[in-house]
């Protein structure tokens, strides 16, 4: 097992142990809605229908980034797959640096995930650290075409790398790498943080390099620089790791500021979000998307059903938070009183 490999398998480890909790909160329970006790609404007919990257879509959310090693990333994304096409939601996939090395297909990162999910916006996914390390457009498209993707992810885990004992820490240089991949590549970029937020300003100069989309994936969910504490075997590393369990922008927050500074932009709310009710938060303060990761990754290692299951739950809290809005679909929901 490469080393890449084996320190994806140690990732999902810690995060389904429980052991990566955010030192902060998401900042949802600080935002609530104003209760409309006489909607004139019919709560089956609520609409959450919402466009995105060329595609309809039946709700607005992703399943977001994670990953592991072959064996289980293929089990996993192939159950995600199957029900981001079943619930008409979108996907992607976690990093797919240790395939792109791999010779041949990688189980899991394959067309195999296409023909699952023929319908579903699929996004691939590459670490901004890479891109100035020998990464460019060519491996970009094909990380595009190892799955027929959508878009394609470029996260960005300045804390993770710093945590990591392994970590590249050298980030000379990756803004602009970015910013001429942008405009290279014939592809929507997202830009994604992995768990400490992106502020207003670093929104705006994604935006005005031309990315598609920014996902400010905030604190309140899984702490990065804790799971490489974790799994540290350093004294040193891990106490460094140890006092960033609180570092980073709530996901609230980071949503409500950069859609503040950045009106039109197409901005995915993920970061901690534990429900439907969080969900329809999230859009609420302006998330166009809403992305899910840690919370369905217990679902996925079960079955394709699990996680249907799961996501059936968030969809009927969030048409219940439209219904107690008075809201019969997402516009009117972005437009909901909130208290105070």
Same mark, same amino acid.
């Given at each position: 097992?490469?080393?890449?490999?084996?320190?994806?398998?140690?990732?999902?480890?810690?995060?389904?142990?429980?052991?990566?909790?955010?030192?902060?909160?998401?900042?949802?329970?600080?935002?609530?809605?104003?209760?409309?006790?006489?909607?004139?609404?019919?709560?089956?007919?609520?609409?959450?229908?919402?466009?995105?990257?060329?595609?309809?879509?039946?709700?607005?959310?992703?399943?977001?980034?994670?990953?592991?090693?072959?064996?289980?990333?293929?089990?996993?994304?192939?159950?995600?797959?199957?029900?981001?096409?079943?619930?008409?939601? *979108?996907? +992607?996939? =976690? #990093?797919?640096? /240790?395939?792109?090395?791999? %010779?041949? $297909?990688?189980?899991?990162? @394959?067309? !195999?995930?296409?023909?699952?999910?023929?319908?579903?916006?699929?996004?691939?996914?590459?670490?901004?650290?890479?891109?100035?390390?020998?990464?460019?457009?060519?491996?970009?498209?094909?990380?595009?075409?190892?799955?027929?993707?959508?878009?394609?992810?470029?996260?960005?885990?300045?804390?993770?790398?710093?945590?990591?004992?392994?970590?590249?820490?050298?980030?000379?240089?990756?803004?602009?790498?970015?910013?001429?991949?942008?405009?290279?590549?014939?592809?929507?970029?997202?830009?994604?943080?992995?768990?400490?937020?992106?502020?207003?300003?670093?929104?705006?100069?994604?935006?005005?390099?031309?990315?598609?989309?920014?996902?400010? *994936?905030? +604190?309140? =969910? #899984?702490?990065? /620089?804790?799971?490489?504490? %974790?799994? $540290?075997?350093?004294?040193? @590393?891990? !106490?460094?790791?140890?006092?960033?369990?609180?570092?980073?922008?709530?996901?609230?927050?980071?949503?409500?500021?950069?859609?503040?500074?950045?009106?039109?932009?197409?901005?995915?709310?993920?970061?901690?979000?534990?429900?439907?009710?969080?969900?329809?938060?999230?859009?609420?303060?302006?998330?166009?998307?809403?992305?899910?990761?840690?919370?369905?990754?217990?679902?996925?290692?079960?079955?394709?059903?699990?996680?249907?299951?799961?996501?059936?739950?968030?969809?009927?809290?969030?048409?219940?938070?439209?219904?107690?809005?008075?809201?019969?679909?997402?516009?009117?929901?972005?437009?909901?009183?909130?208290?105070?």
């Amino acid at each position: 097992m490469s080393d890449i490999v084996n320190r994806k398998d140690q990732h999902l480890d810690v995060i389904l142990a429980g052991m990566a909790v955010h030192g902060l909160d998401n900042g949802f329970g600080e935002v609530r809605f104003v209760h409309e006790a006489l909607p004139d609404l019919d709560h089956g007919k609520i609409d959450l229908g919402t466009d995105f990257l060329g595609r309809r879509l039946k709700a607005p959310l992703l399943i977001s980034s994670m990953t592991g090693g072959p064996a289980r990333a293929e089990a996993i994304n192939a159950r995600l797959a199957e029900a981001a096409q079943h619930l008409g939601i *979108a996907l +992607a996939v =976690g #990093s797919q640096r /240790a395939a792109l090395d791999a %010779e041949g $297909a990688t189980p899991g990162l @394959d067309m !195999a995930l296409r023909l699952r999910a023929p319908d579903t916006p699929i996004l691939a996914n590459i670490g901004a650290a890479q891109l100035t390390r020998g990464f460019g457009v060519d491996e970009a498209r094909r990380v595009l075409d190892m799955i027929a993707a959508d878009a394609l992810i470029v996260h960005l885990n300045p804390l993770q790398e710093a945590c990591q004992p392994e970590g590249d820490r050298d980030w000379w240089g990756v803004g602009a790498a970015l910013e001429a991949l942008v405009k290279a590549i014939d592809a929507p970029v997202v830009v994604k943080e992995t768990g400490a937020g992106i502020s207003a300003a670093t929104a705006k100069r994604l935006f005005a390099m031309g990315v598609a989309a920014v996902d400010v *994936a905030g +604190a309140g =969910g #899984s702490n990065w /620089a804790t799971v490489e504490g %974790e799994r $540290a075997e350093g004294e040193g @590393d891990k !106490a460094h790791a140890a006092a960033f369990a609180d570092w980073g922008i709530p996901t609230a927050t980071a949503i409500a500021e950069i859609r503040a500074a950045c009106p039109k932009g197409l901005i995915i709310g993920s970061g901690g979000i534990h429900d439907g009710v969080e969900a329809a938060k999230a859009i609420r303060l302006g998330a166009d998307m809403v992305g899910q990761a840690a919370g369905v990754l217990g679902a996925a290692t079960v079955s394709t059903e699990a996680v249907v299951e799961h996501f059936h739950t968030v969809l009927r809290q969030m048409r219940t938070v439209c219904f107690c809005t008075g809201s019969a679909n997402l516009a009117a929901l972005r437009k909901a009183p909130l208290q105070g």
